[in-house]
């Protein structure tokens, strides 16, 4: 089972940015995938997840109105369409899988290496 984020970099506030989240080896079970974030110095926060096979989906307050979560057709890759950033956003964002449909990060069983996203002019 492998996760893999991509698609952070620098971008100036106000921008737009596009994650990757690639999976392979997965089983039916682990059909939530979902994105967390960590910023220096804090803990790590709940994003937004998706179930793959619907495509139902979940936000937190923090990503409601800006962020939005999305998966390719075949269900292998999910998104994280990042817009109107701040540099509060700054952080490493992470893809994770579950058996259940949660936003709870215990609930993760299976985590990517993170992607860092930088805002700043």
């Known amino acids: 089972v492998q996760l893999q984020a991509s698609g952070g970099g620098l971008v100036q506030p106000g921008g737009s940015l596009i994650l990757s989240c690639s999976t392979s080896?997965?089983?039916?079970?682990?059909?939530?995938i979902g994105w967390f974030r960590q910023a220096p110095t804090k803990g790590r926060e709940a994003v937004a997840y998706?179930?793959?096979?619907?495509?139902?989906?979940y936000y937190t307050d923090l990503a409601k109105d800006r962020f939005t979560v999305s998966r390719d057709a075949a269900g292998t890759t999910v998104y994280l369409q990042l817009a109107s950033l701040k540099p509060e956003d700054t952080a490493v964002y992470y893809c994770?899988?579950?058996?259940?449909?949660?936003?709870?990060?215990?609930?993760?069983?299976?985590w990517g290496q993170g992607t860092e996203v930088t805002v700043s002019s």
């Open positions: 998706i179930i793959k096979s619907v495509g139902r989906t």
């Open positions: 080896g997965f089983t039916l079970d682990y059909f939530a």
């Open positions: 994770a899988a579950s058996n259940i449909a949660s936003i709870n990060e215990d609930d993760y069983r299976y």
